[in-house]
């Protein structure tokens, strides 16, 4: 299988794919508290799950392989006023190059099975990794 190319829809992901329901973030923030805390994104793509966590009161970074998901994730940023909270950036799940301990929360919404999972995980920054 070839190498599929996300960022040729970045917009039309931005745009009409749905984002998780407040439940989700009810669900997350249950087990780590989102205001306050430092979070990663893994292949953020348009920035869904991460712009949400930045309006919850969370710093964002968001990763993405694809540099057209990472414009779309910024723009999206500007657009709702959450630059200052909310940063991305153009990297790979399993090497970061981020610091350890770095986060106090990891996401990866709907695309943990594009992942080499055991590297994602020793890559995920937490001081400790716990799935939910």
Known sequence: MG????????DDYAEY?????????QRIDAICRIDG?????????PGTVALELAARGSTVVGIDIS?????????????RNLRESAHFIVANAEHTSLAANA???VTAGQCWH?????AAMADSKLPCSRAA
């Open 37 to 45: 805390s430092r979070s990663l994104d893994l292949a953020t793509g």
């Open 114 to 118: 594009w992942f080499a999972s055991a």
């Open 3 to 10: 190498k599929i190319d996300f960022g040729r829809h970045s």
């Open 103 to 105: 986060f106090d929360l």
């Open 67 to 79: 540099a057209e998901q990472i414009a779309t994730a910024q723009r999206v940023a500007r657009a």
């Open 17 to 25: 794919r749905p984002g998780f329901p407040p439940s989700f973030y």
